[in-house]
């Protein structure tokens, strides 16, 4: 079964307008991370957030993670239409070295 | 560098063919996975390997073979092909945590 379950499905929104992805897991993990996959390409690795970090920026990027309620949310701020992608977050299972991804949430941004 | 390559971009297989996706990278990863991806299902992992002649199962091993005789190589084999093999199938190699990506391979099985 899948370790991690994101939420929304699917997002529309405006260019301009913040974009936030929530991802849900349940086992204890070492780190959490968020892909992004553009149609038809492979996912790129966005950013990696540990299990002792609470939040962690990159440029435009924030992530959160809560260990306590298994859960971590991506920000995408001031969106543009080049960030319309299917993003999928990832934990590493402190049980082993394997990478389990979500279901992912399709980003759609209109110009 | 070219990162990691997969060849063939397209398949298209009868049902009880046997066929070979390949993988590649120059980046001298140790680790190296195979992903199959299915609408709403994300990425599930084959098998992986940890370095050369070392390799294991993934949560859906079922039907795919693996070898690892180089650290540049990591080919993914169907024995038997079934129509519930029709993916794409993204091999990826990981270091420093992070995985990096092929750009797929679309396989239909008929």
């Known amino acids: 079964s899948q370790q991690g379950e994101e939420d929304p499905q699917a997002l529309s929104i405006q260019e301009g307008e913040n974009a936030t992805m929530n991802c849900s897991y349940k086992t204890s993990i070492n780190n959490l991370q968020w892909y992004r996959q553009n149609s038809g390409r492979g996912l790129v690795h966005l950013i990696l957030?540990?299990?002792?970090?609470r939040e962690k920026h990159s440029g435009r990027l924030r992530v959160t993670l809560d260990t306590s309620k298994k859960s971590s949310s991506l920000l995408i701020t001031a969106s543009r239409a080049a960030d319309t992608a299917s993003y999928f977050c990832?934990?590493?299972?402190?049980?082993?070295?394997?990478?389990?991804f979500g279901e992912g949430t399709q980003l759609t941004v209109n110009p | 560098n070219a990162g990691v390559t997969q060849t063939p971009k397209f398949q298209v297989l009868k049902t009880g063919q046997s066929m070979t996706l390949q993988c590649a990278q120059d980046?001298?990863?140790?680790?190296m996975s195979w992903y199959r991806q299915d609408p709403g299902m994300g990425l599930r992992l084959i098998h992986y390997s940890v370095g050369a002649g070392i390799t294991d199962q993934g949560e859906v091993p079922n039907g795919y073979n693996v070898s690892r005789s180089t650290t540049e190589d990591f080919p993914l084999r169907l024995l038997s092909a079934a129509p519930s093999q029709t993916s794409v199938y993204f091999c990826a190699s990981r270091r420093d945590e992070k995985l990096f990506f092929g750009s797929g391979t679309q396989l239909s099985v008929l």
């Open positions: 980046m001298n990863h140790e680790y």
């Open positions: 990832a934990t590493e299972e402190t049980s082993g070295s394997r990478l389990t």
């Open positions: 957030i540990r299990s002792n970090e």
